[in-house]
């Protein structure tokens, strides 16, 4: 779905009766994401086991009682690094996310409300970061800046912030023309009061709804740069690195990867759904 598509959907009223019917979807959805959020503020609830101390004599064992999803090469039980790594993956996310959101929204709000000069200037710098495949973008800034989780989630960041300027310029420039703000202003608004009663509330709704499904895009992202090396390092249990540790065991020890690559998808699948109800969207 483009930006403009997205932002027009966003803009649809959503009736009241919808939020009451039973959507099975959408509750499973909710149910993924309040688990992962649970693991990331409070896995001591869910696991007894350490994410990085090893269990001697323990390694490389199936699913079974006692280790739900197996363990590692080390003896670490595969479930509790998932449960711990929600913290690191989650996190980095979100930093992420914020730093797209408010970077990106503030460079189209500029663009959009001045016009003339300073949105050409601003919207051709967009168009050229629009231009750099986002993984390739990410690469470069995490080669210039270093690896760890810090400089993933900035690397992804700065990847996002094209996508939201362009979307809140649009949205800004779209409330700017219509009749309400042209009757503000014939009341008597200056441009700053206009612009923050008016123009920025009613141009924000599709930019939030967009940094939902940008969260997913994000975990998937940091995910990615761990797997390369590139983020997350060992022993830190994030889950990327979870399954770039267990690549060379897909023979002996198929767990390694399966279920922290089942885990990634579920989150991802879970906030594109609530941000496609965020959206307008009907299950």
Do not use: C
């Not at 001591?44 to 004599?57: N, W």
């Not at 420039?173 to 441009?191: K, N, P, Q």
């Not at 499904?213 to 022993?235: C, D, E, H, K, V």
């Not at 023979?251 to 965020?278: C, D, E, K, M």
């Amino acid at each position: 779905m483009s930006l403009v598509d997205y932002a027009a959907a966003a803009r649809k009223r959503v009736p009241a009766l919808q939020y009451l019917t039973i959507q099975p979807g959408l509750w499973l959805a909710w149910g993924v994401i309040v688990v992962a959020a649970l693991a990331a503020f409070a896995p001591g609830l869910l696991t007894q086991y350490s994410p990085i101390d090893g269990i001697a004599g323990a390694q490389r064992l199936a699913p079974q009682a006692g280790h739900w999803l197996g363990t590692d090469q080390l003896g670490r039980d595969v479930y509790a690094r998932i449960v711990y790594g929600a913290s690191h993956s989650l996190s980095a996310a979100l930093a992420a996310v914020a730093m797209g959101l408010f970077v990106g929204t503030a460079i189209g709000v500029i663009a959009g409300a001045f016009a003339g000069r300073v949105e050409s200037v601003l919207m051709r710098l967009v168009d050229v970061l629009l231009s750099i495949p986002s993984l390739l973008l990410s690469l470069t800034v995490i080669i210039l800046l270093g690896f760890g989780t810090v400089n993933a989630a900035i690397a992804v960041g700065v990847a996002s912030i094209a996508s939201f300027a362009r979307l809140a310029r649009g949205e800004v420039v779209r409330i700017r023309h219509a009749d309400y703000v042209e009757a503000a202003y014939g009341s008597g608004g200056t441009f700053w009061a206009v612009l923050w009663r008016h123009i920025l509330p009613n141009s924000l709704t599709a930019v939030l709804a967009f940094a939902t499904l940008q969260f997913g895009q994000a975990i998937l992202a940091l995910s990615t740069l761990s797997f390369l090396g590139y983020g997350t390092p060992p022993p830190i249990p994030e889950w990327g690195l979870l399954i770039a540790e267990g690549r060379n065991y897909l023979s002996t020890a198929w767990w390694l990867t399966t279920f922290p690559g089942i885990v990634v998808i579920a989150v991802v699948l879970a906030t594109n759904r609530i941000s496609q109800q965020l959206n307008g969207g009907r299950s």
